[in-house]
């Protein structure tokens, strides 16, 4: 799984990305964490009793890494043998996890107009990325690869689902949920959270923030890392309590870390399915809302997507904000990503960054 660098909590300890105020502004807050594949994942809580607490993080722990083992892309899991049966037979019984993943993939791939498809996997590793030293430089995949891929390339209109049974047209489909599984785990340990009594905690997966309630009498204080300079571009302040299902999260997506260089050039992880090449232009994205896994996967299309195509999925996916920055620096941002953020660096120039348009279908 990617580990993200792209948010941080401006009020934590040391051990958060961006460490830029102390506990002392919120002396109520308790941070634990825990290592899932030596990646850290960090919780913390606000004004919430010791036993609880500690309830909570071994919960966490029991989810995660035992779901990104069953749903681990490559090495043997669930899902290598669930592709291995639709690739064989074109048709292979899913487990509730795949089924829910399957369900939320669908969402995206309709809202980014294919954008997102979780059906490439075969794709990805081709690539290179289906190996844990993808940042080694390795050798691309052929044009006549590629191009005889794209000639009769999977997507999710090739896949239907009956109960359990999940059928494919085109035994190419290979499943990879990458793209938004760290905001499914970081649903099933919110629900499970929320079932132990915690109203106030804030899910850290490596840079995807995840929250609900607040951090004490405030919101939870957030910082956006620029994906191109580095350091602070912007903060934002958000509360659960402001959404019906008490539910926040800060998730973002980026070129600048899950990548290998090949003569002299970068190849990201986010493959375009219609060009079957990497994504260019945009450097990295960061999306507001409500729905976990939804916003994780969004981050994937608006780096794919034209700005009025982002404006669209935005609105199909009931998207709070969104803000993506291009690799020549320039800035895009919706409305609701602007009348919420609090702008820091001092290297952008906030008064050229662009508006990503309204949908106007």
Not at 84 to 96: D, K, N
Not at 119 to 130: E, S, Y
Not at 181 to 195: D, K, N, P, S
Not at 205 to 233: C, S, Y
């Amino acid at each position: 799984m990617n580990r993200r660098r792209f948010l941080g909590t401006l009020a934590g300890t040391l051990a958060a990305p961006l460490a830029l105020e102390g506990c002392s502004r919120h002396p109520a807050l308790v941070e634990e964490g825990f290592m899932v594949f030596n990646m850290p994942m960090t919780l913390r809580f606000a004004n919430e009793p010791a036993d609880k607490i500690t309830a909570a993080v071994n919960a966490a722990a029991g989810i995660v890494e035992p779901l990104y083992r069953r749903i681990h892309p490559w090495k043997p899991s669930d899902l290598t043998h669930f592709n291995a049966e639709l690739a064989a037979h074109g048709a292979a019984t899913a487990t509730p996890e795949i089924l829910d993943l399957i369900e939320i993939s669908r969402t995206l791939f309709d809202a980014t107009d294919g954008a997102f498809d979780p059906t490439i996997g075969a794709l990805i590793a081709a690539w290179g990325f289906h190996d844990s030293h993808v940042t080694t430089p390795h050798p691309l995949p052929s044009e006549a690869f590629l191009d005889a891929w794209l000639a009769n390339r999977p997507t999710m209109r090739d896949v239907t689902v009956t109960g359990q049974e999940v059928h494919t047209t085109n035994r190419r489909v290979q499943f990879d949920f990458n793209g938004c599984a760290e905001g499914y785990a970081a649903h099933l340990v919110m629900r499970r959270i929320e079932q132990l009594g915690i109203k106030n905690c804030l899910f850290d997966t490596g840079g995807d923030l995840f929250m609900i309630g607040q951090a004490g009498d405030k919101p939870w204080h957030l910082a956006i890392e620029n994906p191109i300079g580095r350091g602070v571009l912007c903060s934002i302040d958000l509360s659960g309590h402001t959404q019906p299902n008490g539910h926040q999260s800060l998730n973002s997506s980026g070129n600048y870390e899950h990548r290998f260089i090949y003569q002299g050039e970068a190849y990201s992880h986010i493959i375009n399915p219609h060009t079957a090449r990497p994504v260019r232009r945009v450097a990295g994205s960061t999306i507001w809302g409500h729905h976990y896994p939804i916003c994780d996967g969004a981050t994937k299309g608006a780096m794919l997507l034209e700005p009025e195509q982002v404006a669209r999925m935005a609105q199909r996916l009931n998207l709070s904000g969104v803000l993506y920055m291009q690799d020549n620096g320039a800035l895009w941002l919706d409305e609701g990503m602007r009348a919420q953020i609090q702008p820091l660096s001092q290297t952008v120039d906030w008064n050229a960054t662009h508006l990503i348009p309204r949908d106007a279908s």
